[in-house]
């Protein structure tokens, strides 16, 4: 069994920071891509930045230069860090990372998703 659990979320006030962390635990042989996605009341899930397992970063337009995103392979961990939040980054920050729970090779990877974590902006 694998569990993602995040971390770091609260309130903040336009213009501040938050760090989000998430860590994967269980049965883990192998983890490729972690991902950060994020809800906003009434809307869809959005992919807000990823990062493969060599280091390889992605983010969405509406976040790059604001936000930055890593990872501790050892510890099977990714975080996000949040600068000059605004308020529309307001929501429910999810992490979701694709797992694979068995050495054979042709075992596939799936993807877990935490739990969520709250983000609030305030103007």
């Known amino acids: 069994q694998v569990q993602l659990v995040e971390s770091g979320g609260g309130s903040v006030q336009a213009g501040g920071s938050l760090r989000l962390s998430c860590a994967a635990s269980g049965s883990i042989f192998s983890i490729n891509d972690m991902d950060w996605y994020r809800q906003a009341p009434g809307k869809q899930r959005e992919l807000v930045a990823g990062?493969?397992?060599?280091?390889?970063?992605y983010y969405a337009d509406f976040v790059k230069g604001r936000f930055a995103i890593s990872r501790d392979n050892a510890k099977k961990t990714v975080f996000l860090q949040m600068n000059s939040l605004k308020p529309e980054d307001t929501g429910v920050y999810y992490c979701s990372a694709d797992i694979k729970t068995s050495q054979s090779i042709i075992a596939p990877f799936n993807k877990y998703w935490g739990q969520g974590t709250q983000v609030t902006v305030s103007s």
């Open positions: 990062i493969s397992s060599a280091g390889i970063t």
